[in-house]
């Protein structure tokens, strides 16, 4: 049970995450919470399994967020916010590809 609740906490602070409307304040305290859950999960072929399903879901976000910053033109608001919104995505998909890469490291460390 504790897992399953871990596992709810770390996809709802990754949605929190891909916001434009957090102050960097909040983003960071969030940003300590998800890898305090990451923390705590352990470090098997399941946790990687499911960070790997989350960065996979991840770089399909950024490109999707990418492509719409793109048709809005230069200098306009809509712009600007959706380039705010493909920094914090980002951001955010650097932590997920982060946590993959010390979950592999971890597992192949000791060995299968």
């Known amino acids: 049970m504790d897992r399953y609740i ?3 906490n770390v996809d709802h602070y990754i949605a929190l995450l891909n916001t434009a409307d957090l102050t960097p304040d909040r983003r960071s305290a969030i940003t300590k919470m998800l890898i305090s859950e990451e923390d705590g999960l352990g470090h ?3 946790q990687l399994e499911f960070y790997e399903i989350r960065a996979v879901a991840g770089r399909k976000r950024v490109e999707t967020v990418a492509n719409l910053r793109d048709r809005f033109a230069s200098g306009t608001p ?3 916010h959706a380039e705010e919104l493909l920094v914090n995505i980002e951001n955010l998909q650097t932590l ?3 946590t993959c890469h ?3 490291r971890r ?3 000791r060995g299968l």
């Open 96 to 98: 997920l590809e982060d």
């Open 102 to 104: 010390r979950l592999r």
């Open 6 to 8: 871990a596992r709810a």
């Open 44 to 46: 098997d072929l399941e």
């Open 78 to 80: 809509e712009r600007r």
């Open 107 to 109: 597992i192949n460390s």
